[in-house]
């Protein structure tokens, strides 16, 4: 019986050692496995988007790709279309950012010409795709508005007010109107294709449009 007991609190005692070891060892370094399971649906997402096109995606089918349940995709999004909508944006951010270096019209040209790059890329192509899927659903295009235009159309607008604090531009200039007079242009081309839409188009745009608003 002693030689049992000894045994047992033997025993015991490498279980009690592996629960303090478990405790105390410090987290695997990395991105946390829901995030990166996150990342992986939207690079799935995307490529599915990109090879298929909007309508001709679904939530199983991102799941099964993927390698999740579609319980873990309603965990982050609440329809297939917000999944499609943040693949596509997440792989806009590198493409879209501008650095915050020179002067308010130094970094207006810059977003410009960095939008005619994004509108002939990959990622434009895409976004053709999901503005040709959603064309008919109002609730879309109004998602659509408020996750992507809207909050580029923000980004224009500081810098434009920031021109005109700076004396770059009159104070008498309407920021929705230089907005849309320096990106119609280049999404007119984009979208219907009768001209190619090169770096240089862009660029005089851009000079020509900056006439009327600059300061004399």
Same mark, same amino acid.
């Given at each position: 019986?002693?030689?049992?007991?000894?045994?047992?609190?033997?025993?015991?005692?490498?279980?009690?050692?592996?629960?303090?070891?478990? #405790?105390?060892?410090?987290?695997?370094?990395?991105?946390?496995?829901? +995030?990166?399971?996150?990342?992986?649906? &939207?690079?799935?997402?995307?490529?599915?988007?990109?090879? #298929?096109?909007?309508?001709?995606?679904?939530?199983?089918?991102?799941?099964?790709?993927?390698?999740?349940?579609? =319980?873990?995709?309603?965990?982050?999004? @609440?329809?297939?279309?917000?999944? &499609? $909508?943040? /693949?596509?944006?997440?792989?806009? @951010?590198? *493409?879209? =950012?501008?650095?915050?270096?020179?002067?308010?019209?130094?970094?207006?040209?810059?977003?410009?010409?960095?939008?005619?790059?994004?509108?002939?890329?990959?990622?434009? =192509?895409?976004?053709?795709?999901?503005?040709?899927?959603?064309?008919?659903? #109002? %609730? !879309? %295009?109004?998602?659509? &508005?408020?996750?992507?235009?809207?909050?580029?159309?923000?980004?224009?607008?500081?810098?434009? +007010?920031?021109?005109? /604090?700076?004396?770059?531009? #009159?104070?008498?200039?309407?920021?929705? !109107?230089?907005?849309?007079?320096?990106?119609?242009?280049?999404?007119? %081309?984009?979208?219907?294709?009768?001209?190619?839409?090169?770096?240089? $188009? /862009?660029?005089?745009? $851009?000079?020509? *449009?900056?006439? =009327? $608003?600059?300061?004399?």
């Amino acid at each position: 019986m002693p030689k049992q007991n000894e045994t047992i609190i033997f025993v015991i005692g490498i279980v009690v050692m592996r629960r303090v070891r478990t #405790k105390i060892e410090p987290r695997p370094r990395g991105r946390p496995r829901s +995030e990166q399971a996150r990342q992986e649906i &939207l690079e799935t997402a995307y490529k599915l988007l990109r090879d #298929k096109g909007f309508n001709a995606v679904g939530s199983h089918e991102i799941a099964q790709v993927a390698g999740v349940s579609s =319980a873990t995709l309603y965990r982050w999004w @609440k329809s297939k279309e917000e999944i &499609l $909508f943040d /693949a596509c944006f997440e792989h806009m @951010k590198p *493409v879209l =950012a501008i650095p915050e270096t020179g002067s308010a019209l130094t970094r207006l040209r810059r977003y410009v010409l960095r939008a005619r790059e994004f509108l002939v890329s990959e990622e434009g =192509a895409v976004m053709a795709r999901v503005l040709t899927g959603i064309h008919e659903d #109002k %609730r !879309l %295009r109004q998602m659509f &508005l408020e996750r992507y235009v809207n909050p580029r159309r923000q980004i224009q607008r500081g810098i434009i +007010e920031d021109a005109i /604090a700076s004396g770059e531009l #009159k104070r008498t200039t309407d920021p929705e !109107l230089l907005i849309d007079a320096l990106n119609g242009p280049l999404f007119f %081309r984009w979208l219907q294709g009768h001209a190619p839409l090169e770096n240089s $188009f /862009a660029e005089r745009i $851009f000079d020509k *449009v900056l006439l =009327a $608003f600059q300061s004399k």
